[in-house]
């Protein structure tokens, strides 16, 4: 079974413009996590979803950050306008929905922004 | 709050010695605690979990870590590493659903 996919592997992109991020689960998982990774910050959870309905959005730094779930097996990360301080990589993880559950990541995305 | 100590952000050893990697948290109610490996350039995989039972626990690649309550710490062994166990090693808890990672351990194995 594939493991989770994560598109692009890396991202530059300039100041101010869109850019979005995507993730497919693994089949049978139903919850969804987008962490970011930085020097300073670690890893960092942003948002997780479970069966297509967002959790917890505590971690997502702002307005400019936006994630969604169109469906059971796909997300999306998007930030409009990026900022050169979003510059790291981006990991989604899937797992079943439990307690206790592994969460299985995917290679992650490198963002940078000029 | 919840929280996850690393208390050595890098350690360096020799090939075939052994290495303990520390790792201690803070949490008001039960929680189950994980070891993740990230090796450069890729995404995270879980080396060993706790949650329940034998608070020995076996992991892959030959690593193990013992549970112990009373000093809230979850330490990572290996009795003998190799060149390709030179990655950077995550602790972490979970209370709900959310992972509570610590700061990462960056281990370096010399010849």
């Known amino acids: 079974d594939a493991g989770v996919i994560q598109s692009p592997r890396h991202e530059v992109t300039e100041m101010g413009q869109e850019v979005t991020l995507r993730c497919k689960l693994i089949?049978?998982?139903?919850?969804l996590f987008w962490y970011r990774q930085t020097m300073m910050r670690g890893l960092e959870l942003l948002i997780y979803?479970?069966?297509?309905?967002?959790?917890?959005d505590s971690g997502m730094p702002e307005d400019r950050f936006s994630a969604k779930m169109p469906n059971a097996s796909f997300s999306t990360l998007k930030i409009q306008p990026s900022e050169p301080r979003d510059s790291a990589v981006y990991f989604c993880?899937?797992?079943?929905?439990?307690?206790?559950?592994?969460?299985?990541f995917g290679p992650g995305t490198r963002l940078t922004v000029l | 709050a919840q929280s996850v100590t690393q208390l050595d952000s890098q350690v360096p050893v020799f090939e075939e010695a052994p290495v303990e990697l520390r790792c201690n948290y803070s949490?008001?109610?039960?929680?189950?605690l994980f070891w993740y490996v990230q090796y450069p350039n890729q995404g995270l995989q879980l080396l060993l979990k706790?949650?329940?039972?034998?608070?020995l626990v076996k992991g892959i690649n030959g690593f193990e870590a013992e549970f112990n309550k009373s000093q809230t710490s979850f330490h990572l062994r290996k009795p003998s590493v190799h060149i390709s166990d030179t990655a950077e090693y995550f602790c972490?808890?979970?209370?709900?659903?959310?992972?509570?990672f610590g700061q990462g351990t960056r281990l370096t194995i010399n010849p």
């Open positions: 949490s008001s109610v039960s929680v189950y």
């Open positions: 089949s049978g998982h139903n919850s």
């Open positions: 972490a808890l979970q209370g709900a659903q959310k992972l509570v």
């Open positions: 706790y949650l329940s039972g034998s608070t």
């Open positions: 993880a899937s797992s079943r929905e439990g307690v206790g559950d592994t969460q299985y």
């Open positions: 979803f479970n069966n297509n309905v967002p959790i917890d």
